[in-house]
């Protein structure tokens, strides 16, 4: 259900105050196309599965008749895609938003929207924030995007979607612009029930939902006849997916495995306590990539419970025995949050000393910020200071790049198999691609490579990706 609301001319004398300092991730570059009705344009903040919804936006805009603009300057229709997982994606959108109201009042019928988690956790505040806004859908309504747009440019009224539940998640994934050949991305599962302390996702994203099996095959096979190579299956929880046939993740991971095209396959954000020993063998297929995202967020046991993760860190450290056991030579990556209330400096000691001990491949760090409805937010005093959080994320990258330079180190002479996706960003005369292990490899070679697997021996380990050369037939 959609709330119409009437537009509120944006004010002539209203001032941007906030200031965006990072650039969100715009859709990837490529040609661009002409449409009938106009062009647009869509900022992405946040994760792998944001920049995937925005995909399924562009798709559905594209159904529509606009084109892809190269920047808002240029656009008939711009789209805010958000994340609030962190305070400081969520300022960056209000930052933008001031960019925008500028823009709108050069160009009254510019339709400027906020989609995603800040337009699921502010709704109405949204246009009491920003008068200039026309469309607020939160990340359940995306499927019905082409419909709000249509409505507006017809009627020139507000539209907000923030239901929290729609029986469609994942819904018109077929139409998805697809950007990222030769490998696509799908949602396989949204929301997430687990209300780990600090989390505000399951506010914004709901609770949990996924696409049947027989739906995302279909998918996968259309996909792979068109020639796409590697599927990226998404969801907050991805490895408690479950539908209502009973199918699971390792279901689904041995099934698309057998599409004809199909070669490697991935998933993510996986939740340590839901990593079944099914899934631990499902990953043993040649076709499921080396490599695993496994969020354990601290190395410390008092602070895993208070955030509530439900694991100890000798949980934890069972089910990495049990991959490794399967799976060896598997790259394990995972997040961390520093200053989370409470947090000592034995805690965090705890949290280094687990780093050496997984020898994780690489390793996303936050400073802890409170979210809005969480229970960390309601009931723990924010007490480490910014300071100590700030020393406290510099230490544990560094330590973590000292970790790993010496095993990037010991990869150099290997080859490895790559899937090519891409021109290097630093060399006309070089492609990229990555290895089942999900690193980045450079190495000479023409455009005609994209989208084949290539043995590459590596040559040269680099601070974040490797160089190599063609080591053997494509394919
Ligand atoms: N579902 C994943 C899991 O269970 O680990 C995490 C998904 S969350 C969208 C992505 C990451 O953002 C988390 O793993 C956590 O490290 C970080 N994060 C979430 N809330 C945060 C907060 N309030 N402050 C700092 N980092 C946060
Ligand atoms: Fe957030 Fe926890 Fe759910 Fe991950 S499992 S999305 S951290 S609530």
Same mark, same amino acid.
């Given at each position: @259900?959609?709330?119409?609301?009437?537009?509120?001319?944006?004010?002539?004398?209203?001032?941007?105050?906030?200031?965006?300092?990072?650039?969100?991730?715009?859709?990837?570059?490529?040609?661009?196309?002409?449409?009938? !009705?106009?062009?647009?344009?869509?900022?992405?903040?946040?994760?792998?599965?944001?920049?995937?919804?925005?995909?399924?936006?562009? %798709?559905?805009?594209?159904?529509?008749?606009?084109?892809?603009?190269?920047?808002?300057?240029?656009?008939?229709?711009?789209?805010?895609?958000?994340?609030?997982? *962190?305070?400081?994606?969520?300022?960056?959108?209000?930052?933008?938003?001031?960019?925008? *109201?500028?823009?709108?009042?050069?160009?009254?019928? @510019?339709?400027?929207?906020? #989609?995603? #988690?800040?337009?699921?956790?502010?709704?109405?505040?949204? +246009?009491?924030?920003?008068?200039? &806004?026309?469309?607020?859908?939160?990340?359940?309504?995306?499927?019905?995007?082409?419909?709000?747009?249509?409505?507006?440019?017809?009627?020139?009224?507000?539209? !907000?979607?923030?239901?929290?539940?729609?029986?469609?998640? %994942?819904?018109?994934?077929?139409?998805?612009?697809?950007?990222?050949?030769?490998?696509?991305?799908?949602?396989?599962?949204? %929301?997430?029930?687990?209300? #780990?302390?600090?989390?505000?996702?399951? +506010?914004?994203?709901? *609770?949990?939902?996924?696409?049947?099996?027989?739906?995302?095959?279909?998918?996968?096979?259309? &996909?792979?006849?068109?020639?796409?190579?590697? +599927?990226?299956?998404?969801?907050?929880?991805?490895?408690? /997916?479950?539908?209502?046939?009973?199918?699971?993740?390792?279901?689904?991971?041995?099934?698309?495995?057998?599409?004809?095209?199909?070669?490697?396959? !991935?998933?993510?954000?996986?939740?340590?306590?839901?990593? $079944?020993?099914?899934?631990?063998?499902?990953?043993?297929?040649?076709?499921?990539?080396?490599?695993?995202?496994?969020?354990?967020?601290?190395?410390?046991?008092?602070?895993?419970? !208070?955030?509530?993760?439900?694991?100890?860190?000798?949980?934890?450290?069972?089910?990495?025995?049990?991959?490794?056991?399967?799976?060896?030579?598997?790259?394990?990556?995972?997040?961390?949050?520093?200053?989370?209330?409470?947090?000592?400096?034995?805690?965090?000691?705890?949290?280094?000393?687990?780093?050496?001990?997984?020898?994780?491949?690489?390793? /996303?760090?936050?400073?802890? $910020?409170?979210?809005? /409805?969480?229970?960390?937010?309601?009931?723990?005093?924010?007490?480490?200071?910014? $300071?100590?959080?700030?020393? *406290?994320?510099?230490?544990?990258?560094?330590?973590?790049?000292?970790?790993?330079?010496?095993?990037?180190?010991?990869?150099?002479?290997?080859?490895?198999?790559?899937?090519?996706?891409?021109?290097?960003?630093?060399?006309?005369?070089?492609?990229?691609?990555?290895?089942?292990?999900?690193?980045?490899?450079?190495?000479?070679?023409?455009?005609?490579?994209?989208?084949?697997?290539?043995?590459?021996?590596?040559?040269?380990?680099?601070?974040? $990706? +490797?160089?190599?050369?063609?080591?053997?037939?494509?394919?």
């Amino acid at each position: @259900m959609s709330d119409l609301l009437p537009i509120v001319p944006a004010s002539p004398d209203a001032t941007s105050d906030a200031h965006c300092e990072d650039s969100p991730r715009p859709l990837p570059p490529r040609a661009k196309v002409d449409g009938p !009705r106009g062009r647009y344009f869509i900022h992405t903040w946040g994760c792998q599965m944001n920049v995937h919804d925005s995909e399924r936006m562009a %798709g559905q805009l594209e159904h529509l008749g606009f084109g892809q603009a190269d920047s808002e300057e240029d656009a008939d229709i711009v789209l805010l895609n958000t994340c609030t997982v *962190r305070e400081t994606s969520a300022a960056k959108v209000y930052g933008k938003l001031g960019d925008l *109201r500028r823009l709108k009042r050069a160009n009254e019928k @510019m339709v400027v929207g906020v #989609c995603g #988690c800040l337009a699921q956790q502010e709704r109405d505040a949204l +246009f009491a924030k920003a008068p200039h &806004l026309d469309l607020v859908i939160g990340p359940r309504a995306i499927p019905q995007l082409a419909r709000h747009v249509e409505s507006i440019l017809e009627t020139r009224q507000r539209v !907000r979607d923030t239901a929290p539940w729609t029986e469609t998640v %994942g819904a018109g994934s077929e139409e998805s612009l697809r950007q990222s050949f030769p490998k696509a991305f799908l949602t396989i599962q949204e %929301g997430c029930d687990k209300f #780990c302390t600090f989390c505000v996702v399951p +506010f914004t994203r709901g *609770r949990e939902k996924c696409r049947p099996l027989d739906v995302l095959l279909a998918e996968i096979e259309g &996909l792979a006849d068109r020639g796409f190579r590697e +599927f990226e299956m998404l969801g907050q929880n991805v490895n408690c /997916y479950r539908d209502d046939a009973g199918h699971d993740l390792a279901d689904l991971l041995l099934r698309a495995a057998d599409i004809r095209g199909v070669e490697r396959l !991935r998933f993510v954000t996986s939740h340590p306590r839901h990593l $079944s020993d099914r899934i631990v063998a499902a990953m043993a297929h040649e076709k499921v990539a080396r490599a695993l995202h496994l969020p354990v967020q601290s190395g410390s046991d008092a602070v895993l419970a !208070r955030m509530e993760r439900d694991y100890t860190r000798a949980d934890y450290m069972a089910r990495i025995a049990r991959l490794k056991a399967m799976n060896p030579d598997i790259a394990l990556q995972t997040d961390i949050i520093v200053g989370f209330p409470g947090e000592t400096e034995d805690d965090f000691q705890a949290t280094l000393s687990l780093l050496e001990e997984v020898a994780y491949e690489g390793v /996303y760090s936050f400073k802890y $910020s409170p979210r809005p /409805y969480t229970k960390a937010a309601k009931s723990f005093e924010d007490d480490v200071p910014e $300071s100590v959080k700030a020393d *406290r994320l510099a230490r544990l990258q560094a330590y973590q790049d000292q970790l790993q330079a010496p095993r990037d180190a010991a990869r150099v002479g290997l080859v490895e198999e790559v899937l090519v996706d891409g021109m290097s960003k630093r060399s006309d005369a070089e492609v990229a691609g990555r290895t089942s292990r999900n690193r980045v490899v450079n190495f000479p070679g023409a455009p005609d490579l994209i989208g084949l697997l290539v043995p590459v021996r590596v040559t040269e380990a680099r601070a974040h $990706s +490797f160089r190599g050369e063609i080591a053997g037939p494509t394919r």
